[in-house]
T-cell receptor, first 116, second 114 residues
Framework: NAGVTQTPKFRVLKTGQSMTLLCAQD?????MYWYRQDPGMGLRLIHY???????AKGEVPDGYNVSRLKKQNFLLGLESAAPSQTSVYFC???????????????FGPGTRLLVL | GNSVTQMEGPVTLSEEAFLTINCTYT??????LFWYVQYPGEGLQLLLK?????DKGSNKGFEATYRKETTSFHLEKGSVQVSDSAVYFC?????????????FGGGTRLMVKP
């Protein structure tokens, strides 16, 4: 199992450009999440999904859109990038009923985004 | 609302020193508490957890006790190693929240010198 993978690993954008970050998981997890990580602020939830075809807003959703067309993939889109979106983006997935060894979100390695 | 507060880092220790990283929380309901660790260049990994008051989570020599009376979940290790250098995140999850969402603290960077 590859676990949770993210592409790309690093990207530089100019203000106003658009891009899509891809998250893929091969663990058949129902729930998937997108976070951003900024210095001193921990991880903040952008959007999440509780199943194929569903999405919901997290703590900081403005400026981002998401789609979950397939269970294994969760896409994060920036329609018009801004310097404030410079961050490290993490995707995570989990089962819906966390008990015992499944009591965890599995994180991808992250995507570093720089918006100039 | 829910929030997690951690001591600011970086915390710099010599090998074999005692480690404490403070974590306090506010939550609606009865949260489960977690410590995640992020090694350089990697995503977060679950280190330990506790799901009710007075539970002690432990893993890899790290321990944390769920203290409801002080709303705390401090991380401790008796003798740190260079390989423990990482960023540590305290987190909580309130039961029955949509999406099983976690609320994270700001993270504490630990640097262990040989």
């Amino acid at each position: 199992n590859a676990g949770v993978t993210q592409t790309p690993k690093f990207r530089v954008l100019k203000t106003g450009q658009s891009m899509t970050l891809l998250c893929a998981q091969d663990m058949n997890h129902e729930y998937m999440y997108w976070y951003r990580q900024d210095p001193g602020m921990g991880l903040r939830l952008i959007h999440y999904s509780v199943g194929e075809g569903t999405t919901a807003k997290g703590e900081v959703p403005d400026g981002y859109n998401v789609s979950r067309l397939k269970k294994q993939n969760f896409l994060l889109g920036l329609e018009s990038a801004a310097p404030s979106q410079t961050s490290v983006y993490f995707c995570a997935s989990r089962t819906p009923f966390p008990t015992g060894a499944r009591e965890t979100q599995y994180f991808g390695p992250g995507t570093r985004l720089l918006v100039l | 609302g829910n929030s997690v507060t951690q001591m600011e880092g970086p915390v710099t220790l010599s090998e074999e020193a005692f480690l404490t990283i403070n974590c306090t929380y506010t939550a609606t309901g009865y949260p489960s508490l977690f410590w995640y660790v992020q090694y350089p260049g990697e995503g977060l990994q679950l280190l330990l957890k506790a799901t009710k008051a007075d539970d002690k989570g432990s893993n890899k020599g790290f321990e944390a006790t769920y203290r409801k009376e002080t709303t705390s979940f401090h991380l401790e290790k008796g003798s740190v190693q260079v390989s423990d250098s990482a960023v540590y995140f305290c987190a909580l999850r309130v039961e029955n929240n949509a999406g099983n969402m976690l609320t994270f603290g700001g993270g504490t960077r630990l640097m262990v010198k040989p």
